[in-house]
């Protein structure tokens, strides 16, 4: 980053100490992972020069030749691995890849049905913050109060119910299963349409290890970072019947022109995720999530549901004296980073929870394994037993850094 060292230090010096602090540092934000560095030059590409809105072979601006090559080149490989009808790999973010669907299936007023967001839903799954629980109207399912797992029965009675036009099923704290057949019967029982979002779980349905929705989904959602490994971007997947709305609600009902850059970037990720390795590193993910899960069990954590089936492991520290903020402000002073998080049936704000959420996509790629994740889990049980001793966190981030750097992450410098 020569050219940016000149023309801008601040700027080159900010990415430098950020670049130290992800080399140094144990990253178990679960929505967080390390992009390889092929994905990282197709991001920088002179990509970003373009302007080109529309779709392939139907531009508002001329000189798209290789655009359009480009495009259908990533929408090929993103219906190929998803097995999916269409493919629109335009949409920003997530949350704008979710709205689109709404915006492309649904009158206004129309019923969404989603995880409630202190259950471990997403704000786009209809919660009330969002435009999408304001601008269409929402109804919102639990996990069961024992078991912290989704009630399939409960589901379907309140489907019954509600009479949605659209149920959503997916997650950004759930550390189980989603069966999405069940959730395609409950659809098909109350005559609504399914979305599975799979933004977190994306990279471990392709890489085997979670089932996939395509047979049953009547359109599925994903952000293309986190268990992907890609860019920060999102699809939209669907069945045929579902491509022009999804298609017309992207561009032009939400978008301009898309980011030629993001999507190179998406269709590097997509080669990398179908080859033999990625399969291994997915696996490795939950082998990882299992280990950590149940070296924290062991040293007396209450984890939500018991444990974990993916990538994602929600903490409830109640029991140990510790509010969620204070925990994860103390397991960053130690070198170890997560989030603070609300846990079902949560007593306290969402702003001072009980809970932390981690996961284990970021140190998978790094190489880590279940030995690690024993380590770790050691380092945290410490950390959270002296969140306030600033000797001992400071001790244990110097430790955390000797470790990682054992285990170079990709793309960063040493």
Known sequence: MDELKRTDPEIFEIIRNEERYQRDSVRLIPSENYASAAVLEATGSILTNKYSEGYSGRRYYEGQRYIDQLENLVIDRAKALFNVDHANVQPYSGSPANLAVYFGLLKPGDTIMGLALPMGGHLTHGWNVSITGRFWRAAQYSV???????????????????????????ATAYPRIIDFKAFGEIAKQTGALMLADIAHIAGLVVGGVHPSPAPYADVITTTTHKTLRGPRGAMIMCRAEHADAIDKAVFPGLQGGPHNHTTAAIGVALKEAATPEFKDYAAQIVRNAKALAEELLARGFSLVSGGTDNHLILVDLTNKKVIGKKGAVALERAGIVCNYNTVPYDPRKPFSPSGLRLGTPAVTSRGMRESEMKQIGKWMDEAIAHAGDDAVLARIAGEVAEMCRKFPAPALPR
């Open 144 to 170: 069961d109060r024992e078991t912290h797992r989704i009630d399939y029965d409960a589901v379907l009675a309140l489907a019954r119910k509600e009479k949605p036009r659209i149920i959503v099923c997916g």
